[in-house]
């Protein structure tokens, strides 16, 4: 079992920033600390969820949806098992709420999620 907290969503005007957390916790995680992947998902309101970012928990590497490169960044606190996803240039289309996800590896889909947290982008 894995289980995954998101914080840090908010209200915040059009071109601001924010940084959501998502503390993981169980014994899983060791496990797969070598193959596990983790993600982050929106989905804004009336919407299907969609792929935000990922990050491999031993190399590193980043993907990013189109919509979010260039403003938002994905990293990681191995020390505190904690990812997260520093949000910049914000605009009422990032409104949404977002999920954090866990996989143990590349070749399964996402097997935990979060609760969601909301990030509202005002005019």
């Known amino acids: 079992q894995v289980q995954l907290v998101e914080s840090g969503g908010g209200l915040v005007q059009a071109g601001g920033s924010l940084r959501l957390s998502c503390a993981a916790s169980g014994r899983t995680l060791i496990a797969y600390s070598i193959t596990a992947s983790m993600g982050w998902f929106r989905q804004p309101p009336g919407k299907a969820r969609e792929f935000v970012a990922t990050?491999?928990?031993?190399?590193?590497?980043?993907s990013y949806a189109d919509s979010v490169k260039g403003r938002f960044t994905i990293s990681k606190d191995n020390a505190r098992s904690t990812v997260y996803l520093q949000m910049n240039s914000l605009n009422i289309e990032d409104t949404a709420v977002y999920f954090c996800?866990?996989?143990?590896?590349?070749?399964?889909?996402?097997?935990?999620w979060g609760q969601g947290t909301q990030v509202t982008v005002s005019s």
């Open positions: 996800a866990w996989k143990s590896s590349d070749y399964v889909e996402y097997e935990y």
């Open positions: 990050i491999s928990w031993s190399g590193g590497s980043t």
